[in-house]
């Protein structure tokens, strides 16, 4: 209870301190002239969110880039050293694979199972169609730490002569096949994949609510030109729909995509890295967090943020095309 009460009185000091905040700097802002406070309003508004960003984003971000260059004590300067180790390491080459692979595999799946679950629910009916994008969208409530418990027990293995949990290895051996230790086996990345069938599972009503929004937003009056034309309902739909929705396609592909870049909590609950399951989030904790190697974890997170970054540039194109479609 004492917790909760610590969170309500936070929430409570934080709301009246940023009304207070604001409050002090309308009222300075009013003492000045009134053409100087004119031009001068949107101060007070815009001030306390630029400091807020500077101290909480950019200020740790150039700190993170300086610790790069440093030792595991963030005390010596070691320059490139830490890159150098990083791209000569082959378990760090086989980091930077697996987030290739959940980059080139989860947005994909994730988009197309949103689409075609978007385009066939938008045709059952109302009622139908509620219940059926409930269903799908159920898991967007869930976190990923509970999912990930959900989905270790869908993977689990036990040994011989104890009774299975597992509901993969339940079904295998009603196949007449031995059951595995699904998340150990990485040749050919098999535990990677079934790790990303968890993201893809929590996504994926994401995917289909929006893109769903998207095609209700089509004008009938180019499918009903198409229907006229004697086209079917595949050549209406990739001809003359999808055209129609691709910004939004678009944005929710690059959304999940950079929510891929940053994935963390799975690998953490699931794998925890072992059996060459590691993505570059983990292996920042676990150098920041287990090693206390505050240059190599830099050095890390520094890899990171380049690769997102261009991500980040690329949603925010896709959103001012969405603008100008509207």
Same mark, same amino acid.
């Given at each position: ?9 936070? &929430? ?15 009222? &300075? ?29 950019? #200020? ?62 938008? $045709? ?14 159920? /898991? ?40 595995? /230790? ?18 893809? =599972? ?24 198409? $229907?006229?034309?004697? #086209?079917?309902? =595949? ?22 995509? &950079? ?24 292996? =920042? ?10 240059? /190599? ?30």
């Amino acid at each position: 209870m004492g917790d909760i009460f610590l969170g309500l009185f936070a &929430i409570v000091i934080g709301v009246a301190a940023s009304y207070g905040l604001y409050w002090l700097l309308n009222f &300075i802002i009013s003492l000045l002239p009134e053409r100087l406070r004119k031009k001068s309003d949107w101060l007070a508004f815009l001030t306390p969110a630029v400091v807020l960003v500077i101290l909480v984003l950019i #200020a740790p971000l150039f700190q993170t880039i300086g610790w790069s260059f440093m030792d595991d004590g963030a005390k010596n300067w070691v320059g490139l050293k830490n890159y150098i180790d990083l791209f000569t390491d082959q378990r760090f080459l086989q980091i930077l694979l697996n987030n290739f692979l959940w980059v080139l595999v989860v947005p994909a799946i994730t988009v197309v199972v949103g689409t075609a679950a978007a385009a066939l629910s938008n $045709q059952v009916g109302p009622k139908l169609e509620s219940i059926f994008k409930s269903l799908i969208f159920m /898991p967007m409530a869930v976190s990923f730490v509970a999912a990930s418990t959900i989905w270790s027990y869908f993977y689990a293995y036990v040994p011989p002569g104890r009774p299975e949990v597992g509901v993969l290895n339940a079904v295998v051996r009603l196949l007449g096949f031995p059951p595995q /230790p699904w998340l150990t086996i990485d040749q050919g990345h098999l535990n990677s994949f079934l790790l990303m069938a968890v993201i893809v =599972w929590l996504q994926v009503g994401y995917a289909m609510v929006v893109i769903s929004s998207g095609i209700k937003a089509v004008p009938e009056e180019t499918i009903e030109a198409a $229907q006229l034309d004697g #086209a079917n309902p =595949w050549q209406i739909f990739a001809s003359v729909i999808l055209p129609q929705v691709w910004g939004t396609v678009m944005s929710v592909f690059v959304t999940v995509l &950079i929510l891929v870049m940053k994935i963390f909590d799975i690998v953490l609950a699931m794998t925890r890295g072992n059996f060459n399951t590691s993505v570059l989030a983990f292996e =920042w904790y676990k150098q920041f967090f287990e090693n206390s190697n505050v240059g /190599p974890a830099s050095a890390v997170v520094t890899v990171l943020v380049i690769l997102i970054v261009p991500l980040m540039w690329l949603q925010i194109q896709t959103v001012r095309q969405q603008e100008l479609l509207r």
